[in-house]
């Protein structure tokens, strides 16, 4: 074979192999087409924030299931991951994030990291959100704002110590009474405080298997109401434990969209009605009969009292 057949050869070889490289790869590049990435911020307020966490995703991660996959953040940091990744700037700027694939191809988007809002000296207030009453055993969730703080201290006043180092925490308190629930953060000077009332737990009403239960409910309904016309005025703990009873067992709305009728002409809402037969009319009432629209969540109920007669105004 002389020297020109051989350069033919040599060329036609080489042809061959660029086509069965590119063959190979087109398939590949074609599929990469598809590829993309989405940035996700943590408090979803499509604004990427000084020290906030931000989430980069690939779309479809199957694209490159077996290949190696690098994200670069483009101040230095790299990550190697085929998937999601969270990633934290620590300084503001602008950065070209790139994801490379096989160290050959580069999808890349721009991100600005901002400073976000200036904490003011009002960020450093702690304020706690929690309610103002609650039962033994229930889980009470008690919640601290402030801005700039980042250490929690809680002392919920039945252990002595702090209960909790959680922003967010859940307290259980064992024993009925009123508790000051202090917090303490990093930026406080002194705690904040807050009071909470614990009240005894129920025991839940049983009622007997596939057994009508309507005369113990208006049984136990007219025992409560007695129990608060009863009441000295100033025996508000053992009223507010009445009336959170016949709320929380009996009635599914608000206590003022309940409607009592009593004795077939007067009018009131449930709440003002068992106001005054505790500050009003108290020791001097007695229930005789109670009736209600239906016995789970009523809306109605029809009261049937009357008035003890004073001995002194009958013996006159």
Known sequence: MNIKNK????LLFCLAVILVIVALLFPYNKRLNNLDFSILDENDNHQYELDEELNFKINDSTLIED????WYFGNGDSIVSKGSVNYTYE??????VTLKIDNKFDFSKQINIVNGRALTARDSISKIFAPDFGYVGEEIVFTGYSPSSSNWYWDFGETGTIDSYEKQAIYIFTKPGIYTVKL???KTGYPVRKEIEIYPLYEPFKEPEKIDSAGIVINDIKKRLQIIANLGARDTRTYKEQVNYL???YICNNLSDVVVVV???????FLSYCQGLHYLDGKSTIIQEVKLDTIKCFKQINITQKTKKNKATDEN
């Open 67 to 70: 290949k190696k996959a690098v």
């Open 184 to 186: 303490e953060t990093d």
């Open 247 to 249: 709320k929380n067992k």
């Open 263 to 269: 004795n077939e002409e007067k009018y009131n809402d």
């Open 91 to 96: 300084k503001a700027g602008k950065y070209l």
């Open 7 to 10: 350069t033919v050869v040599i």
